[in-house]
Every structure is written in C-alpha cells, then in structure tokens.
C-alpha cells in the first residue's frame, strides 16, 4: 500500500491557505492501490467536514460515494444524483465532496 503521509500534509496546506482547487482525479495502481486512494479521499472529506484526517468512521453528510449499479455501470440514476447533491449547499463544511468508484463506468455524463 502507497504511503499518503506527504499528499496529507500538501491537502492540509491548501485547505489553510484556502487554495484547495474544485476537483482531483486519483488514478491508476493494483487494486489495493485503488482501495487506498478512495480510504484517501474520504479521509479528506471527513477532515473537511469533521477536521480529523482518517478514514470515517459514520456516514458524513458531505460526502457522496458514486458506485456502479446493479447492471455493472454508473449511468444517469446516478447522474441525477450527483447533480442533487452537488446543487445543495454543505451544512458541515464549506465544501462537498464526491467519490467516483470505477470511474471508467460512467456513461451518459
């Protein structure tokens, strides 16, 4: 498993000096490594929302997991649920966040 000790603390920084940027792509690797980047992001949601950088341990209300559905894709059900959730206003954090499972399966967007 990859070592994110480094990319932790340059997220720390952007989010103090208020340059985080609206979106990041975490890519590529096995598919431990993929596991890794998504335990990453949603350490960095929770650190958004609840200020401690590790993996959640309850649901947060910032966050959006998008996974494929039961035919095997991520299509426009899902679609519409990104757009809802992207349209409401955080309540916990200043910001939302979205993680993409098997990105490589969207359609329709």
């Known amino acids: 498993m990859l070592n994110y000790n480094n990319l932790q603390q ?3 920084r ?3 000096k208020e340059r985080l940027s609206h979106a990041y792509l975490f890519f590529g690797g ?6 890794a980047k998504i335990i990453f992001a949603e350490s960095l949601a929770n650190f ?5 950088f590790e993996k959640p341990t ?16 991520i299509g426009i059900d899902e679609a519409r649920q990104l757009k809802h959730f992207l349209y409401q206003k955080p ?3 200043e910001r ?3 993680v993409i499972r098997h990105s ?4 329709g967007f």
């Open 10 to 12: 340059d997220f720390i």
């Open 14 to 16: 952007l989010i103090e």
């Open 30 to 35: 096995n598919e431990a490594d993929r596991e």
């Open 48 to 52: 958004l929302e609840n200020k401690k």
């Open 58 to 73: 309850r649901p947060l209300i910032e966050l959006l997991c998008l996974k494929r559905d039961e035919k095997g894709v």
């Open 91 to 93: 309540i916990n954090s």
């Open 96 to 98: 939302r966040t979205v």
């Open 104 to 107: 490589e399966d969207l359609i």
